[in-house]
Nanobody, 123 residues
């Protein structure tokens, strides 16, 4: 089970840190990802972090603004979002990859999803 939190209403240029706490599974053995879905749009990849050395991957539009980190001992992954823009408004989901999946940037690589947390960025 994955529980995402930390969303809210902010102004453009502000920062937010999302958290995702995992339970009921050895999530420390799986890569974790963040995706987002804006109204009327498909769910898109935001960031991912591998389970062992913590290699991170980002969508091009998030590079330099977002940072993904994890603490396996706490079963927690974070998404630090800086310099937020109105186009970042979406429901953000954390997810855990399928066993042995290295498809970090596509939803098909994941089989456990959190419930989502809403981020709204006003201009």
């Amino acid at each position: 089970q994955l529980q995402a939190s930390g969303g809210g209403l902010v102004q453009a240029g502000d920062s937010l840190r999302l958290s995702c706490v995992a339970s009921g599974r050895t999530f420390s053995s799986y890569a974790m990802g963040w995706f987002r879905q804006a109204p009327g749009k498909e769910r898109e990849f935001v960031a991912a972090i591998t389970w062992n050395v913590g290699t991170t991957y980002y969508a091009d539009s998030m590079k330099g603004r977002f940072a993904c980190s994890r603490d396996n001992a706490k079963n927690t992954v974070w998404l630090q979002m800086n310099s937020l823009k109105p186009e970042d408004t979406a429901v953000y989901y954390c997810a855990s990859t399928k066993p042995w999946s290295t498809d970090y940037t596509s939803t098909v690589g994941y089989n456990y999803w959190g419930q989502g947390t809403l981020v709204t960025v006003s201009s």
